[in-house]
């Protein structure tokens, strides 16, 4: 009697295991669908991370995959950069965003549940004006092969150039993204413009100015659409917040 009990009981254990192992799966497997409808722009306007993508979202970015799919993204541009020469005149050029492209807020994030929680515009200034992002070392090996390549590179970024220029400047400066033709950031003009209109503008006067935009690079896909484009656009992934 007392075996069979303890075999029942043995036997509950092990369903409840698979039940949860079961339900994590289902999880994780939603998850995943959710991210491939951010990355491929499908879902839009979304004001936070859903609570059960919250541990998919930290374990993507943490876990080794974010650092895969940035390779393979990074693979792509170098395969397109090998097949381009930047032209005598100096007016071949290419677009890079800053935040979550060339400069990294994981840290930031992760206080706010890797995207969980809705943003947090003060909270957001306060990281930002200390200027400690770190360098997301993919892109910093592009953006040198740029330079090398004698592409001109212009930094586009969505950051209130009032209230952050001087930090991101010196950020930007002390994590090797050196010898850019121009950091462009959003002046009075352009406030209350959405990413892709202010973006938008900036590349069309760009090549008003006579440059050819030969690549344009992002986290979000305001940074890449919209008009005046450029001839090739590549887009790094980003779970963690969504920019219209």
Not at 4 to 11: Q, S
Not at 111 to 122: A, E
Not at 150 to 157: A, D, G, H, S
Not at 193 to 205: C, E, V
């Amino acid at each position: 009697m007392a075996v069979a009990v303890a075999w029942r009981a043995a036997m509950l254990l092990v369903l409840a295991g698979l039940f949860v192992r079961a339900m994590a799966a289902a999880s994780m497997s939603c998850c995943l669908s959710w991210r491939f409808a951010v990355e491929a722009n499908n879902a839009r306007a979304w004001p936070a991370v859903p609570p059960r993508c919250v541990r998919y979202v930290e374990d993507y970015m943490l876990g080794g995959q974010y650092k895969r799919d940035l390779d393979a993204v990074m693979e792509q541009i170098l395969i397109y950069l090998n097949q381009t020469v930047a032209g005598s005149d100096g007016l071949d050029a290419w677009v890079l965003d800053i935040d979550d492209t060339c400069l990294s807020n994981l840290v930031y994030y992760r206080d706010k549940h890797y995207g969980g929680d809705p943003f947090d515009p003060l909270g957001f200034k306060s990281w930002a004006q200390k200027g400690v992002c770190p360098s997301i070392p993919a892109v910093l090996q592009l953006y040198k092969r740029l330079i090398e390549k004698r592409f001109k590179v212009f930094l586009i970024t969505g950051r209130d150039e009032e209230v952050f220029s001087s930090s991101t400047s010196q950020n930007l400066h002390e994590q090797g993204f050196t010898g850019h033709e121009r950091l462009i950031m959003r002046n009075p003009t352009y406030r209350g413009q959405g990413a892709a209109a202010f973006k938008s503008a900036i590349r069309k006067s760009l090549m008003a100015e006579g440059y050819r935009i030969r690549g344009n690079v992002g986290d979000q896909w305001s940074d890449l659409l919209g008009d005046y484009t450029g001839d090739r656009i590549f887009k790094i992934p980003n779970p963690m917040y969504f920019v219209p």
